[in-house]
T-cell receptor, first 114, second 113 residues
Framework: DGGITQSPKYLFRKEGQNVTLSCEQNLNHDAMYWYRQDPGQGLRLIYY???????QKGDIAEGYSVSREKKESFPLTVTSAQKNPTAFYLC?????????????FGEGSWLTVV | AQSVTQPDIHITVSEGASLELRCNYSYGATPYLFWYVQSPGQGLQLLLK??????LVQGIKGFEAEFKRSQSSFNLRKPSVHWSDAAEYFCAVGAGGFQKLVFGTGTRLLVSP
């Protein structure tokens, strides 16, 4: 089945460590996104990519990094510079980045800093 | 910049009763409007979207929403709620050339027997 796969579902990280969240899609979508979700705050955009080898910062990019070496993959690294990384992270994709293209979401990854 | 307000944090509805979830947006031009649903610990699923045309939009799972420009609202409705509708619902607005959605803070729907 086509869809977006995020892994791992649950991840624990010690303070000072970097961690990478995986996102793979087989929908042949050009655009991919990373959102962060905190209780009571809705979703906030971290990074987005419109095409392979290109990506742009979203509203809360500090402390995060991404790469887009393949069309189907858009991993997110949460670095030690991210002050409050504990959150639910959602990867998404769409056929294009024009408003109106439906954004499809993965199942999410829970990151907890211990 | 656009913004979205969902004034109700929680709503409890009896099974079989009707539902209306409120969404107000702020944007200078005609917005693109979306409703998503999220089950606990899961991703978001698109219920419906409005771009232009008929202001009453039909979606999946028996949901509909009505765009009212004069009230800057895009309220979600369902005539008869099922226990499986219990979830969190997010309204979102998009504008401009780039698909940068702004989400509301969500409304958690509880369904009582």
């Amino acid at each position: 089945d086509g869809g977006i796969t995020q892994s791992p579902k649950y991840l624990f990280r010690k303070e000072g460590q970097n961690v990478t969240l995986s996102c793979e899609q087989n929908l042949n979508h050009d655009a991919m996104y990373w959102y962060r979700q905190d209780p009571g705050q809705g979703l906030r955009l971290i990074y987005y990519s419109q095409i392979v080898n290109d990506f742009q910062k979203g509203d809360i990019a500090e402390g995060y990094s991404v790469s887009r070496e393949k069309k189907e993959s858009f991993p997110l690294t949460v670095t030690s510079a991210q002050k409050n990384p504990t959150a639910f992270y959602l990867c998404a994709s769409s056929t294009g980045t024009l408003t109106g293209n439906t954004i499809y979401f993965g199942e999410g990854s829970w990151l907890t800093v211990v | 910049a656009q913004s979205v307000t969902q004034p109700d944090i929680h709503i409890t509805v009896s099974e079989g009763a009707s539902l209306e979830l409120r969404c107000n947006y702020s944007y200078g031009a005609t917005p693109y409007l979306f409703w998503y649903v999220q089950s606990p610990g899961q991703g978001l699923q698109l219920l419906l979207k409005y771009f232009s045309g008929d202001t009453l939009v039909q979606g999946i799972k028996g949901f509909e929403a009505e765009f009212k420009r004069s009230q800057s609202s895009f309220n979600l409705r369902k005539p008869s709620v099922h226990w499986s509708d219990a979830a969190e619902y997010f309204c979102a607005v998009g504008a401009g050339g780039f698909q940068k959605l702004v989400f509301g803070t969500g409304t958690r729907l509880l369904v009582s027997p």
